[in-house]
């Protein structure tokens, strides 16, 4: 029945049925794009379409309605939010650089921290504010046992967001999430990669006109080759009597309008 038509021009559908249009066969044509090849499947879902009663259709009318006001609302609201943050133009197209971010959650992170980082020391200070480290689970004397790190609620659930959309990513946050969702769990997941996200996310507000740049899908089978041969060739210097000191030569500063993103 209608049920079964969610997300497959389900509105055009109902706005047929309320006019009074019976006919699963014409209901099912109303399909569009990559729907049209599921005609088959909606005209069988739209069966007994012609005992959906007027009361029924009216009664589906005032909730459509309903929806109308309140998507009516939701643009109005939405004006009104752009103007507030047209101001931080340049730190919302920073935050929404990063996978898995789009528009609202870019406006939803700066309404909650602010756009000077400078109020945390670091980006593990921000993760912490935010709840997205890990528990202090202490050992010795404690008043029962939370289940998750307190923080900002509503930053908390839009990291949640984000860290699934950018799990469905080439992304280095991408190849992340699928790694640690693989042996750890989805929601632990979604936690350590809220935590990476908010560190770049302090990076990129600590520094006027950065953009993150990805690290590629590749980053961890790369850094896992690079420890094999650094191990492989350390190991024959020793064999030769030599000892080895390493040091990571520092990366340049950051300039101009790109950077790169270390978290």
Request: proline share 3%; net charge positive; glycine share 12%.
């Amino acid at each position: 029945m209608i049920t079964d038509l969610h997300g497959v021009t389900g509105r055009d559908i109902m706005d047929h049925l309320t006019a009074g249009e019976r006919d699963p066969r014409v209901l099912a044509q109303l399909a569009r794009g990559r729907a049209r090849s599921k005609i088959a499947a909606l005209d069988a879902a739209l069966e007994g379409a012609e005992f959906f009663t007027a009361e029924l259709a009216a009664l589906l009318a005032r909730m459509l309605a309903r929806i109308d006001r309140v998507n009516q609302e939701i643009a109005r609201l939405s004006e009104v939010i752009e103007q507030l943050l047209a101001p931080y133009e340049e730190q919302l197209q920073q935050a929404e650089s990063q996978p898995g971010w789009g528009r609202r959650a870019a406006q939803d992170a700066v309404a909650e921290t602010g756009i000077d980082m400078t109020r945390f020391a670091t980006g593990g200070h921000l993760a912490s504010w935010a709840g997205r480290t890990p528990l202090d689970n202490q050992s010795g004397t404690r008043n029962g046992r939370s289940k998750s790190k307190k923080g900002n609620r509503y930053l908390g659930g839009l990291l949640g967001e984000t860290a699934v959309a950018a799990g469905k990513t080439q992304t280095r946050e991408g190849a992340r999430y699928r790694r640690l969702a693989r042996r750890r769990g989805k929601a632990k997941a979604c936690v350590a990669v809220g935590n990476t996200q908010l560190k770049v996310y302090h990076k990129l507000l600590s520094n006027p006109g950065m953009r993150y740049q990805d690290l590629g899908p590749d980053y961890y089978e790369r850094r896992r080759e690079v420890s094999r041969q650094i191990s492989h060739h350390v190991g024959k210097l020793g064999a030769l009597g030599f000892e080895v000191t390493l040091c990571r030569i520092p990366e340049p500063e950051p300039g101009g309008t790109t950077g790169s993103q270390t978290a």
